[in-house]
């Protein structure tokens, strides 16, 4: 059996699609452009180049974007101030603060003040206390995690009733994929550091989110015939046929995971555009919200 590979970028591309010609039409209609915010601080190049392409994402689908990048050694105080005034600006309607900040810097008292209402990432307290009580909805999904649950449905897997497993268990991936899946009737097996046998716990998976940043380290024979595998994994390998020298990988073997899974997202070209794609959705969300 060869699964049939789920085209992320496709995916990603149809959202980002919707979400243009739902800015078209808001703003032709007279109502404010949607506008995100972004706060990085400090200089790590990583993040600086996360942020520019949600900048960049904003500009391709009609949405504003205004940048605040502070210094490495900004205070506490200085980053929260910053959240604060977004807060109460009403042209700004998501506030993203990119992490990992300075290690001086308590993120989560930063996290905390973003007002739940422009809190696009999902990450505050409250949407993720949403998000894990029943009956109840977050009024936003933390990207990564939605994108994943999107690419599931997009490609006709069945959630409820399933057999899922999720690896890993962050505060940005594993814990929030884990609710979404119970809140859409899944029985659910989080996996972490410490699980025992964990081959034999995944080859359960019906479903199975892979997102633990260990290279390719779900083989083939773990996975059961038919599952529908999502691999959240960015691994750099070496590869001297690469101009780089490098190339990316995810925590499955994809090679082998490949030739058994039912359905399975590359990498790259999965999971990865759906990120940005859903924080546009979401970015649009909170201006539906601020400004129906
Ligand atoms: P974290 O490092 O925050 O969490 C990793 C999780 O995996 C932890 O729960 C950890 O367990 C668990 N884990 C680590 N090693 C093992 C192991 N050997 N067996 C079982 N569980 C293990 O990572 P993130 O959640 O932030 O990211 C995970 C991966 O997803 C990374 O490769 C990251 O680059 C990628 N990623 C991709 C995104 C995208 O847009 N495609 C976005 C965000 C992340 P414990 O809790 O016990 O420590």
Redesign the pocket.
């Known amino acids: 059996m060869t699964a049939q590979i789920i085209d992320g970028k496709a995916i990603a591309k149809s959202v980002r699609d919707q979400v243009a010609a739902e800015v078209a039409r808001r703003t032709a209609a007279g109502k404010p452009q949607p506008t995100l915010a972004t706060v990085l601080v400090g200089d790590r190049p990583d993040s600086a180049a996360y942020v520019t392409s949600k900048q960049k994402a904003c500009a391709e689908l009609g949405m504003g974007s205004v940048s605040h990048h502070l210094p490495g050694d900004a205070s506490q105080q200085q980053v929260e101030a910053l959240v604060k005034s977004l807060n109460d600006d009403p042209k700004i309607n998501g506030i993203l603060v990119q992490l990992p900040m300075p290690g001086h810097i308590d993120e989560e008292r930063v996290l905390q003040l973003i007002n739940i209402e422009k809190d696009v990432d999902g990450f505050s307290p409250l949407n993720i206390g949403r998000l894990a009580q029943k009956g109840r909805e977050p009024l936003f999904v933390p990207c990564?995690p939605y994108g994943c649950i999107y690419l599931l449905e997009q490609s006709g897997v069945k959630i409820e009733g399933a057999n899922a497993v999720v690896?890993?268990?962050?505060n940005?991936?594993?814990m929030p994929a884990a609710l979404l899946l119970i809140g859409r009737n899944a029985t659910v097996t989080v996996?972490?550091?410490?699980?025992r046998d964990?081959p034999d716990v995944v080859r359960q998976a019906d479903i199975l989110i892979a997102?633990?940043?260990?290279t390719e380290?779900v083989r083939g024979d773990w996975i059961k015939p038919g599952a529908a595998v999502i691999d959240?994994?960015?691994?750099e390998i070496a590869d001297p046929t690469k101009k780089s020298g490098r190339r990316l990988v995810g925590?499955v073997n994809f090679a082998e995971a490949v030739e058994v899974a039912g359905h399975i997202t590359p990498v790259p070209g999965g999971?990865?555009p759906m990120?940005i794609a859903m924080l546009m959705k979401n970015t649009l969300h909170a201006a539906e919200i601020q400004n129906p």
């Open positions: 990564t690896l890993g268990r962050s940005i991936v594993g996996c972490h550091s410490r699980t964990l997102a633990i940043g260990r380290m959240v994994g960015i691994n925590d999971v990865g990120t």
